[in-house]
């Protein structure tokens, strides 16, 4: 099930001859870009660092959407909601004393779970019977359960999450870094890492690959496909665990039944803007993302936070137009 | 799954007759929440147009309607127009957003448009928020009052026209459609500029239904401010499309009345919190997506026949069951 | 003794398509029998039926036990290996990754299959990380074999391997089929459109027409039968 969009010929300009050195030069020019940025001011190097905090947990948000949509071209809508529930759950275990590192390798294994039973109870019935988009709308219907689920347990005031972090700047060359900042980045990149490897060195990787590009041939070859995809689903739970896990404590967040919302529509953006096919893409664009939107915020007076949304959305709709398969997507064409 | 002329003529005349007469047996508040009904009577329809044309589904409705409630609120408050007046405005207004969002999403089959109206659905209560100068911010704005009957009247007079108007519109297509189908496939694609105009022009037709149906709903509460058009709106329109049937007209007044209805009734009669509205919602549309009743029925034949790309915008099952 | 694989009036449908009706046949072990027939005959029809892709109805047993309504991946793990139509490569995968895939029910270390397999199949040594999508048609047939090879079965089911191939690397095809079966032990059911070729390679064959088995016999027979080389298989 490789990707598979129809580019529609606008019969204006607007179609770039995009050749295959151009995004990766734009990548390297914004690299080199933030790297001088930083060396001169230290506000920017600040903005970049908690840019691609912000950046590293969309990118995990957007790899898990990359995860089910590669095996099943669905988008999950509620893939944030999800996240949303776990965290919730996390934040239980603290209040009932539960020490935080425990507390977050529980939430991972009670995530997985969690997105496996969601697959095969919620999902999986509407598969069987409809198409793609009756599987979208059903998971609409999960975001509209899950979150409503959350508000209904705990209640839908706002509360305030730990940080797994201990409070503490780090000084490089007089530029203040703050430990979340760090760690989120570590652990976001490090659980894609972890992922990768899985995928890439792993049986059960391999069987997930070959059941996401070629179902039949891998029954043929004796891989449980359905299995799987409750395994992928597991996963990618998993992932959104830890991006809630990661960006409830930030102060501007915080834990509310509605606060994967505005991330999830990054995550999109992110996972669109990679071609929906590529994690590689899909962490790229993430971390693009985050660093663009948090320089644009410091720096262009009237980029405020309430438009940093907005600001994404209009990014997502123009790449949209440009290049309809992602930076990082092949363009197929499906023959007709 | 046809049913005869009559029999559609005879449902419509028979609901048509109850809800004309049904404002003077209630309260002046249940005519308020009648006139909600029609509200989302309005916006449900909207949706439906978007589905039956491109097959796919907007999460973004609340968005529209709030384009349209902010226009009128706008215009009203603080230039002076007559409430009514500012209808036809707001159906412009929302007619170049639903192009604006519409060009770029609806070039994608699958969850493209689904995705970015989600978007829209967030994004526009930011940008209210944001520029409050201009729409009252947080504050919000108030707005002149309304007796129930008012409302009710006017909410279910647009209704009508706007009902009558989605069938002319969807009537007239299908012929056409269904001609390019059946002429041929590499005519239907070698004008293929056109489908996509169709397509962009009828989101755009359901985004100015949606404003209608946002600036009647700012009148019925009087007061406008970016939390009363948040996300849950835009997912209560899609849930009152999947229960009344998707793409379909004639189960969107089900879908209203669930929608605006069932939330009251599990809260006062049943003592439910108000927070176990949304879990119950969810389940419902997972259910009905799973046993696939009429609703989904009809957006799997639509689905289907986008799918085998013989028509892109043949709004089949648009013509009752 | 008993048959390896024994099918009594199968049935088997897609959707309101009747495409087999009451196929019966036997494959021995150690034999290769060929399935010939006409397009739309049911050959693809009947190896889908064994291997649990399509559903169908009648009595399909293997090794004694019944097949029952196990789906493909239960299939696999009882020793039937189905190349399918197509070859079923995982064009995305590497070279390597495929042979792993098509080794994916057995336990333990692949050391002993990978030497074997190389040993028919030497070539592929060099092109483990090439995407076996861009193998040459022949290649990708070959691969198809070294999966199934891998999976050691007792059973293998080729679905026209001849396909869009050169008739050297048809006749490299067929001379490693019978080595499988010589040094392997393997039981080989070949659905076949190359009937000359096929009866040369087999022990038996049946001939299918519009679902139904028409005639059968052992291939020398078959294969000097003027009139039923004439109207049933083309030559």
């Given amino acids: ?336 | 799954m046809r049913t005869s002329v009559a029999v559609r003529a005879g449902v419509i005349a028979v609901a048509a007759i109850v809800i004309a007469v049904l404002p003077f047996a209630m309260s002046d508040y249940n005519r308020t929440q009648g006139a909600n009904v029609g509200v989302f009577f309005m916006a449900i329809l909207g949706l439906n147009i978007v589905t039956g044309y491109t097959g796919q589904i907007s999460i973004g409705h609340g968005a529209f309607m709030a384009i349209g409630g902010y226009t009128t609120a706008i215009l009203t408050h603080g230039h002076g127009w007559n409430d009514v007046a500012t209808l036809p405005i707001s159906a412009l207004v929302g007619f170049a957003a639903g192009v604006v969002v519409g060009v770029p999403a609806l070039r994608f089959r699958g969850a493209y448009l689904a995705l970015v109206t989600f978007a829209v659905a967030l994004a526009v209560p930011q940008i209210a928020k944001n520029y409050s100068g201009f729409t009252g911010g947080t504050e919000g704005l108030q707005l002149p009052q309304h007796t129930g009957l008012w409302l009710y009247g006017t909410a279910w007079t647009c209704a009508a026209i706007l009902f009558v108007l989605a069938w002319l519109l969807l009537r007239a297509r299908t012929g056409r459609a269904l001609r390019a189908v059946r002429d041929s496939e590499v005519a239907a694609a070698s004008s293929g500029v056109s489908l996509a105009v169709y397509k962009t022009a009828a989101f755009g037709v359901s985004a100015a239904f949606a404003a209608v149906a946002g600036s009647i709903y700012v009148l019925v509460i009087s007061f406008v401010n970016p939390d009363v058009f948040g996300l849950t709106l835009s997912l209560y329109i899609l849930i009152g499309a999947v229960v009344g049937g998707l793409g379909s007209l004639w189960g969107v007044l089900v879908g209203a009345a669930f929608v605006q209805l069932l939330p009251i009734g599990l809260t006062s009669s049943h003592g439910l919190s108000s927070q176990s509205v949304p879990v119950i919602f969810g389940a419902i549309v997972i259910v009905v997506m799973a046993l696939v009743p009429r609703g989904a029925a009809d957006l799997l034949r639509i689905v289907a026949a986008l799918s085998s790309r013989k028509s892109q915008d043949n709004p089949l099952g648009l013509e009752g069951r | 003794m008993a048959p390896l694989l024994a099918l009594r009036d199968v049935d088997a449908r897609y959707g309101p398509i009747h495409a087999l009706h009451g196929v019966t046949l036997t494959v021995g072990e150690g034999e290769i029998v060929a399935l010939l027939g006409a397009n739309g005959a049911g050959k693809t029809t009947t190896l889908r039926a064994i291997s649990g892709t399509v559903r169908r109805t009648g009595m399909l047993e293997f090794a004694g036990r019944p097949l029952g309504r196990r789906g493909p991946e239960s299939v696999a793990r009882l020793g039937i290996a189905h190349v399918p139509e197509g070859r079923g490569t995982f064009s995305e995968l590497t070279v390597w990754e495929n042979l792993r895939l098509g080794a994916y029910v057995r336990r333990g270390s692949l050391k002993a299959d990978t030497a074997r397999v190389l040993q028919y199949f030497p070539w592929i040594e060099a092109r483990r990380n090439q995407q076996a999508g861009t193998l040459s048609g022949g290649e990708q047939q070959m691969l198809a074999l070294a999966r199934a090879v891998m999976q050691r079965p007792k059973l293998l089911l080729l679905d026209e391997p001849s396909l869009g191939l050169a008739p050297l690397v048809v006749a490299e095809i067929f001379r490693i089929v019978q080595e499988l079966v010589k040094r392997e032990g393997a039981t080989v059911l070949l659905v076949e459109q190359n009937a000359r070729s096929s009866l040369a390679v087999s022990d038996r064959a049946y001939v299918l027409e519009v679902g139904r088995v028409a005639v059968e016999g052992s291939s020398d027979e078959l294969a000097e039968n003027e009139d039923i080389r004439r109207s049933y298989l083309g030559y």
């Fill in chain 1, 1 to 336: 099930m490789a990707v598979s969009q129809l580019t529609r010929t606008l019969p204006t300009t607007v179609r770039i001859k995009w050749t295959g050195w151009v995004v990766p030069a734009i990548l390297a020019g914004g690299c080199i870009f933030l790297v001088v940025g930083s060396i001169q001011s230290a506000l920017f190097a600040q903005q970049t660092v908690s840019g691609l905090a912000n950046g590293g947990i969309y990118a995990s948000l957007a790899v898990a959407l990359v995860l089910i949509y590669r095996a099943t071209e669905v988008i999950n809508f509620a893939q944030g909601a999800l996240a949303t529930f776990t965290t919730f759950v996390a934040w239980q275990l603290l209040q009932w004393g539960l020490p935080y590192w425990p507390t977050f390798v529980l939430t991972l294994l009670i995530a997985f779970a969690f997105g496996a039973t969601v697959e095969l109870v919620a999902i999986r019935p509407v598969e069987r019977r409809g198409n793609v988009l009756t599987v979208v709308i059903a998971s609409i219907g999960l975001l509209i359960l899950v979150e409503g689920a959350v508000g209904w347990i705990w209640k839908p005031t706002v509360r305030f999450m730990p940080s797994p972090f201990p409070l503490h700047f780090w000084n490089v060359g007089g530029v203040a870094f703050s430990s979340q900042d760090i760690g989120t980045i570590g652990v976001s990149i490090a659980s894609v890492v972890v992922l990768w490897a899985f995928f890439r060195f792993t049986k059960l990787g391999l069987a997930m690959r070959a059941a996401a590009v070629r179902p039949h041939a891998a029954r043929l070859v004796g891989v449980r496909v359905s299995w799987l995809l409750s395994l992928g689903w597991g996963l990618a739970a998993t992932l959104g665990a830890i991006a809630g896990l990661l960006v409830a404590p930030n102060p501007s967040v915080q834990l509310s039944p509605s606060m994967m919302d505005g991330i999830l529509i990054y995550a999109f953006a992110a996972a669109v803007l990679g071609g929906l096919e590529s994690s590689i893409g899909a962490v790229v664009a993430g971390l693009a993302i985050g660093v663009v939107l948090s320089l644009l915020g410091s720096y262009v007076s009237w980029v405020t936070p309430q438009l940093q949304l907005p600001a994404a959305f209009v990014l997502m709709l123009i790449v949209l137009l440009v290049k309809p398969s992602g930076l990082f997507g092949r363009t197929t064409v499906r023959k007709v």
